[in-house]
Protein backbone atom coordinates (compact mmCIF):
# COMPACT_ATOMS: atom_id res chain seq x y z
CA UNK A 1 0.00 0.00 0.00
CA UNK A 2 1.62 3.60 -0.84
CA UNK A 3 1.88 5.61 2.00
CA UNK A 4 0.00 8.83 1.40
CA UNK A 5 1.23 10.71 4.05
CA UNK A 6 5.17 9.97 2.59
CA UNK A 7 6.23 14.17 3.46
CA UNK A 8 5.03 14.37 6.54
CA UNK A 9 7.33 12.49 8.86
CA UNK A 10 10.26 11.67 7.39
CA UNK A 11 13.53 10.54 8.05
CA UNK A 12 16.79 12.15 6.30
CA UNK A 13 20.33 12.15 7.78
CA UNK A 14 19.67 12.50 11.64
CA UNK A 15 16.58 15.11 10.59
CA UNK A 16 12.90 14.66 11.02
CA UNK A 17 10.69 16.83 8.66
CA UNK A 18 7.48 17.57 10.79
CA UNK A 19 6.17 20.05 8.80
CA UNK A 20 5.19 20.52 5.17
CA UNK A 21 4.02 24.25 4.02
CA UNK A 22 3.99 26.07 1.02
CA UNK A 23 5.30 29.66 -0.49
CA UNK A 24 3.40 31.38 -3.38
CA UNK A 25 5.26 33.59 -5.82
CA UNK A 26 2.55 35.41 -7.72
CA UNK A 27 2.69 35.88 -11.28
CA UNK A 28 0.26 37.80 -12.76
CA UNK A 29 0.25 38.10 -16.48
CA UNK A 30 -1.73 41.31 -18.34
CA UNK A 31 -0.21 41.68 -21.50
CA UNK A 32 0.35 38.95 -24.31
CA UNK A 33 4.04 37.49 -24.42
CA UNK A 34 4.62 39.29 -21.33
CA UNK A 35 7.70 39.03 -19.77
CA UNK A 36 8.02 38.71 -15.54
CA UNK A 37 11.03 38.74 -13.75
CA UNK A 38 10.93 37.81 -9.85
CA UNK A 39 12.77 37.35 -6.61
CA UNK A 40 11.30 35.31 -4.02
CA UNK A 41 13.05 35.33 -0.48
CA UNK A 42 12.07 32.19 2.00
CA UNK A 43 10.84 32.02 5.01
CA UNK A 44 13.14 31.55 7.84
CA UNK A 45 11.62 28.66 9.55
CA UNK A 46 11.84 26.99 6.06
CA UNK A 47 14.56 24.57 5.78
CA UNK A 48 14.20 22.28 2.42
CA UNK A 49 12.46 23.09 -0.46
CA UNK A 50 11.04 19.33 -1.91
CA UNK A 51 8.67 20.23 -4.59
CA UNK A 52 8.04 23.03 -6.98
CA UNK A 53 4.92 23.05 -9.25
CA UNK A 54 3.28 26.03 -11.44
CA UNK A 55 -0.36 26.62 -11.43
CA UNK A 56 -2.45 28.26 -14.36
CA UNK A 57 -5.68 30.30 -14.07
CA UNK A 58 -5.72 30.06 -17.83
CA UNK A 59 -4.78 26.78 -19.25
CA UNK A 60 -5.31 28.07 -22.93
CA UNK A 61 -1.87 30.24 -22.14
CA UNK A 62 0.18 27.29 -20.89
CA UNK A 63 1.18 25.93 -24.22
CA UNK A 64 4.71 27.82 -25.19
CA UNK A 65 5.26 29.53 -21.92
CA UNK A 66 8.62 29.40 -20.31
CA UNK A 67 10.15 29.63 -16.88
CA UNK A 68 13.51 29.66 -15.44
CA UNK A 69 14.30 29.70 -12.14
CA UNK A 70 17.45 29.32 -9.92
CA UNK A 71 17.24 28.88 -6.43
CA UNK A 72 20.50 30.38 -4.43
CA UNK A 73 22.38 31.07 -7.71
CA UNK A 74 21.79 27.25 -8.81
CA UNK A 75 19.63 26.73 -11.79
CA UNK A 76 16.89 24.32 -11.39
CA UNK A 77 14.71 25.04 -14.57
CA UNK A 78 17.03 26.56 -17.32
CA UNK A 79 16.07 29.10 -20.00
CA UNK A 80 13.10 28.29 -22.51
CA UNK A 81 12.36 25.22 -19.95
CA UNK A 82 8.63 24.73 -21.00
CA UNK A 83 6.05 25.44 -18.55
CA UNK A 84 3.92 22.45 -18.72
CA UNK A 85 6.32 20.12 -17.60
CA UNK A 86 5.13 21.22 -14.03
CA UNK A 87 1.93 22.22 -14.52
CA UNK A 88 -0.48 21.03 -11.58
CA UNK A 89 -3.59 21.00 -13.11
CA UNK A 90 -6.59 19.62 -11.62
CA UNK A 91 -6.04 16.48 -13.40
CA UNK A 92 -2.89 15.59 -11.80
CA UNK A 93 -3.30 13.31 -8.69
CA UNK A 94 -2.53 15.70 -5.30
CA UNK A 95 0.19 13.44 -4.92
CA UNK A 96 2.09 14.24 -7.97
CA UNK A 97 1.79 17.93 -8.14
CA UNK A 98 5.02 18.79 -7.19
CA UNK A 99 8.45 18.57 -9.01
CA UNK A 100 10.49 16.61 -7.04
CA UNK A 101 13.46 18.96 -6.93
CA UNK A 102 17.01 18.06 -5.10
CA UNK A 103 16.94 18.29 -1.28
CA UNK A 104 18.72 21.26 0.32
CA UNK A 105 18.98 23.46 3.15
CA UNK A 106 17.47 26.74 1.70
CA UNK A 107 16.98 28.87 4.94
CA UNK A 108 16.13 32.38 3.63
CA UNK A 109 18.00 32.19 0.38
CA UNK A 110 16.45 33.98 -2.79
CA UNK A 111 14.41 32.56 -5.92
CA UNK A 112 15.02 34.25 -8.92
CA UNK A 113 13.38 33.48 -12.13
CA UNK A 114 11.47 34.68 -15.82
CA UNK A 115 8.78 33.83 -16.25
CA UNK A 116 7.48 34.14 -20.45
CA UNK A 117 3.49 34.28 -21.55
CA UNK A 118 3.38 32.30 -24.98
CA UNK A 119 -0.13 32.65 -25.16
CA UNK A 120 -0.35 33.72 -28.83
CA UNK A 121 -4.63 33.22 -28.45
CA UNK A 122 -6.70 36.58 -29.05
CA UNK A 123 -8.16 38.06 -27.22
CA UNK A 124 -6.10 38.00 -24.68
CA UNK A 125 -7.28 37.40 -21.20
CA UNK A 126 -5.31 38.07 -17.94
CA UNK A 127 -4.25 34.86 -15.88
CA UNK A 128 -2.18 34.15 -13.12
CA UNK A 129 0.88 31.82 -13.32
CA UNK A 130 1.53 31.52 -10.01
CA UNK A 131 4.97 28.94 -8.71
CA UNK A 132 4.32 26.94 -5.32
CA UNK A 133 7.26 26.17 -3.75
CA UNK A 134 6.90 23.21 -1.12
CA UNK A 135 8.87 23.47 1.73
CA UNK A 136 9.83 21.63 5.35
CA UNK A 137 10.44 23.02 8.49
CA UNK A 138 13.07 20.63 10.08
CA UNK A 139 13.82 19.78 13.71
CA UNK A 140 17.51 18.78 14.14
CA UNK A 141 17.77 15.55 16.25
CA UNK A 142 20.26 15.48 19.08
Do not use: C, W
Not at 54 to 76: C, H, W, Y
Not at 90 to 114: A, C, H, M, N, W
Request: proline share 4%.
Amino acid sequence: MEDNNKHQNVEFQNVEFQNVEFEKIELNVTASGQVINFTHTTEIDHNRIIGIAQVFTNENALPNSTLELDVDGQEVFPGGFESKLIYAGQEVPPDDRYFSYLDRPVKQIKVTGKFTDGNALAPFAAYSANVYLMVLTTHEND
